[in-house]
């Protein structure tokens, strides 16, 4: 089982359950001293059996996730999933770049199409290829986290879905990835 612990490198509170990722899931957020870690920093150890190597690729890939350099980023972390390919930290890192990607395009689709369809549908997708499988690999502790990231994105999904096609009323919605 995975030994994963995530930090908070301000106030070195481990509690799990104060704590979730912010701003589309590129930093942990602190909820005891109220900051917020960049991944690279955020996760101290990966898995017994996950080599230094693809620990030190991980974080390389998060330096540039967190600079803003998702096309790099997300070749780095495709690298390490080439070496281990049940690392929820990488498959989370693709997730993050891919929906910051597809966030900046506003959505469109590749014949430019745009709209609460096109935005869903991208998102089921995005959550399908990446998301999950953090969510899979990931032990249960982090795996609740990355479902919590991802609620807001399910939850507009779901009102789609429905035909309403409001974003949730909060405001965080909107703040939590721009
Ligand atoms: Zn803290």
């Known amino acids: ?71 790099h980023a997300i070749k780095k972390f495709k690298n390490a999933l080439e070496l281990a390919q049940d690392s929820h930290a990488a498959w989370w890192g693709i997730f993050v770049c891919e929906r910051a990607f597809a966030a900046y395009y506003g959505f469109e689709d590749q014949y430019g199409n745009s709209g609460p369809i096109v935005k869903a549908n991208i998102l089921i997708d995005l959550i399908q290829q990446y998301a999950n499988p953090a969510i899979e690999y990931a032990g249960p502790d982090i795996a609740a986290l990355y479902q919590e990231a991802i609620a807001d994105d399910l939850q507009f999904i779901a009102n789609v879905a429905n035909g309403t096609t409001q974003p949730p009323k909060k405001k965080r919605f909107l703040d939590r990835f721009f």
């Open 1 to 71: 089982m995975a030994k994963d612990r995530l930090i908070c490198k301000q106030c070195a509170n481990t509690d799990m359950n104060k704590m979730n990722f912010t701003e589309g899931g590129k930093y942990l957020y602190c909820n005891v001293c109220h900051s917020k870690t960049p991944l690279y920093d955020a996760f101290v150890v990966y898995k017994e059996d996950v080599t230094d190597r693809v620990e030190g690729i991980i974080t390389m890939a998060q330096h540039m996730m967190d600079s803003g350099d998702y096309e």
